[in-house]
């Protein structure tokens, strides 16, 4: 079945250093790759997308692209900020449906 | 600004009470997920619907969950008899089926169970 691979955290970084959170996938097809986000108390965001290999998402300075030759969409963030604190789900759709498969999450902190 | 609703957004209840949660999904989107949250198991999808319909249940213990669809602005989820190991934040989700399916979280409902 499909299944969704992040690095595991915590992450914890110094304000403007650069993150980049791993994650890659299983799946049969051309699923479509998401990259939500959780801050604390609060249900999931979406932050950004991609439907089709190379697809390049971004969002707030985010960026990950979808590279279907080694299966991944890896998290980037140049310079990160002390409210990028959060946890970040990677998740895919497969081709058909809409039923979405999580990554088990990375918490991410960044400290002044 | 189109927003899920969840309700209640706490519950602390004891062992074997009857435990209901509530969802509006944003008006117009046909498909809602029922999700629940927890440190040991992540992000799990308990069930989902379709124009009110159940596509998938197979994510929840089936004995004591149960999931419905009154109308098309309310999804309920209930546990009966509600159990400790129930303890945990439960979201609720909705979208439109399409070939983007981006799902729009609700602020959850966290739940213990003593």
């Known amino acids: 079945g499909d299944s969704v691979t992040q690095m595991e955290g915590p992450v914890t970084l110094s304000e403007e250093a650069f993150l980049t959170i791993n994650c890659t996938y299983t799946?049969?097809?051309?699923?479509?790759l998401f990259w939500y986000v959780q801050y604390p108390g609060e249900g999931l965001q979406l932050l950004l997308k991609?439907?089709?290999?190379?697809d390049k998402g971004s969002n707030k300075g985010f960026e990950a692209t979808y590279r279907k030759e080694t299966t991944s969409f890896h998290l980037e963030k140049g310079s990160v900020q002390v409210s990028d604190s959060a946890v970040y789900f990677c998740a895919l759709s497969p081709a058909a449906g809409n039923k979405l498969t999580f990554g088990g999450g990375t918490r991410v902190l960044v400290k002044p | 600004d189109a927003r899920v609703t969840q309700t209640p957004r706490h519950k602390v209840t004891e062992m074997g009470q009857e435990v209901t949660m509530r969802c509006q999904p944003i008006l117009g989107h046909n498909t809602v997920f029922w999700y629940r949250q927890t440190m040991m198991q992540g992000l799990e999808l308990l069930a989902y619907f379709r124009n009110r319909a159940p596509l998938d249940d197979s994510g929840m213990p089936k004995d004591r969950f149960s999931a419905e669809m009154p109308d098309a602005t309310l999804a309920t989820l209930k546990i009966q008899p509600s159990e400790p190991r129930d303890s945990a934040v439960y979201f609720c989700a909705s979208g439109l089926p399409g070939p983007i399916d981006t799902q729009y979280f609700g602020p959850g409902t966290r739940l213990t169970v003593l």
């Open positions: 991609a439907t089709k290999a190379d």
């Open positions: 799946a049969t097809g051309y699923p479509s």
